[in-house]
Nanobody
Framework: VRLVESGGGTVQAGGSLRLSCVAS????????MGWLRQAPGEGRELVAA????????YYRASVKGRFTISRDNAKNTVYLQMDALKPEDTAVYYC???????????????WGQGTQVTVSS
């Protein structure tokens, strides 16, 4: 399984970014996808997740109402639209998927290389 993220960058507080992740190596539409992040000196945390068909989503409380996860199974791609960004959103963002076809997992087995998101105040 290969996951390749893109779309990170530097933005001012209040701005927006859209992350993309293209998956290959297995049937994309059969598996949930997640976006996780890791800030300097912090552990990795789950930001958002989406079920195999997009019918179920999860958001951590601090991003609810500001971030939107979506997927296009025809393009093997998952997105994370990030609006109203805050300096505390600064982190490396990772796309991930589980080994098993779980609905909305909290643990992930395959990871991309990560993309840096920096929000300046």
């Amino acid at each position: 399984v290969r996951l390749v993220e893109s779309g990170g960058g530097t933005v001012q507080a209040g701005g927006s970014l859209r992350l993309s992740c293209v998956a290959s190596g297995r049937t994309f539409s059969s598996y949930a996808m997640g976006w996780l992040r890791q800030a300097p000196g912090e552990g990795r945390e789950l930001v958002a997740a989406i079920s195999w068909n997009g019918g179920n989503t999860y958001y951590r409380a601090s991003v609810k109402g500001r971030f939107t996860i979506s997927r296009d199974n025809a393009k093997n791609t998952v997105y994370l639209q990030m609006d109203a960004l805050k300096p505390e959103d600064t982190a490396v963002y990772y796309c991930a998927t589980p080994e098993l076809p779980l609905l909305l997992p909290s643990e992930y087995d395959y990871w991309g290389q990560g993309t840096q998101v920096t929000v300046s105040s």
